[in-house]
């Protein structure tokens, strides 16, 4: 049987799996960096962590699945009150010799996501809650008080 030429990212196997989400980077030995290659794997875990921003007229919500974290894996930082950083890691589950893994696609390693925020938020007022693998973010905004508008009476 046919061996995967190693132009397939150097894998060696009797089996081709068409369905394998393996990424081949045709540029990994070239000297130029390239996007692929400077991820690192510890930090390629939720390259595509997907996170909602929504604006309400009170405040500004965020969003993020992060499925199977618990709340003390997931960090969430005010930089300089203008940055909200969302981050945290899944760590690598722990072997035993004599399981057989037949397919590992969950990904484990650090992620980590900065929203600049306008400066119209109560960055002291932020807070966090975690249920069922959402986690929710609330910004509130500062109150746009409206200009005081006084009718002047024409006279004729």
Do not use: Y
Not at 3 to 11: E, K, L
Not at 95 to 113: A, C, I, L, Y
């Amino acid at each position: 049987m046919a061996m995967i030429p190693s132009f397939f990212g150097n894998r060696r196997s009797s089996v081709f799996d068409p369905f394998s989400l393996d990424v081949w980077d045709p540029f990994k030995d070239f000297p130029f960096p390239s996007s692929l290659a400077t991820r690192s794997p510890e930090t390629s875990a939720f390259v595509n962590t997907r996170i909602d921003w929504k604006e309400t007229p009170e405040a500004h919500v965020f969003k993020a699945d992060l499925p199977g974290l618990k709340k003390e894996e997931v960090k969430v930082e005010v930089e300089d009150d203008t940055v909200l950083q969302i981050s945290g890691e899944r760590k690598i589950e722990k072997e035993d010799k004599n399981d057989t893994w037949h397919r590992v696609e969950r990904r484990s390693g650090k992620f980590s996501r900065r929203f600049r925020l306008p400066e119209n938020v109560k960055m002291d007022q932020v807070k966090a809650s975690m249920e069922n693998g959402v986690l929710t973010v609330t910004v509130p905004k500062m109150e746009v008080k409206k200009p005081d508008v006084k009718s002047i009476d024409i006279s004729c």
